[in-house]
């Protein structure tokens, strides 16, 4: 695949999909939801069908951009929890 088609680019999106979710539920509870998210990266850099390498950095660091767009909100706290604990992966 290519970077700008590859697995990394299905993660991303998951996580801003996540982060919406977050932001609508107050209910949701932050910690949970990142574990669940990490895990998910975990299984796709697990998987010998890509070549991951940088698969974590390149989400990381969109959604680290994303983040500083986002403002004060709920997202943001989200997105700023999946790139803390993506920090130190890949």
Known sequence: ????LGPHV???????????M?????NLDLAQLVSHYV?????NVQ???????SFVGRIRDG?????TLAGDCRRRDYLLAVVEALDGRG
Do not use: G, I, P, W
């Not at 299905?10 to 919406?20: I, V, W």
């Open 63 to 67: 959604l680290a951009a994303e983040a």
């Open 22 to 26: 977050y932001e609508a539920d107050k």
């Open 47 to 53: 998987s010998d069908v890509f070549d991951h390498s």
């Open 39 to 43: 895990e998910e990266v975990d299984v």
């Open 10 to 20: 299905q993660m991303a999106e998951l996580a801003r999909h996540l982060a919406l």
């Open 1 to 4: 695949m290519t970077t700008a």
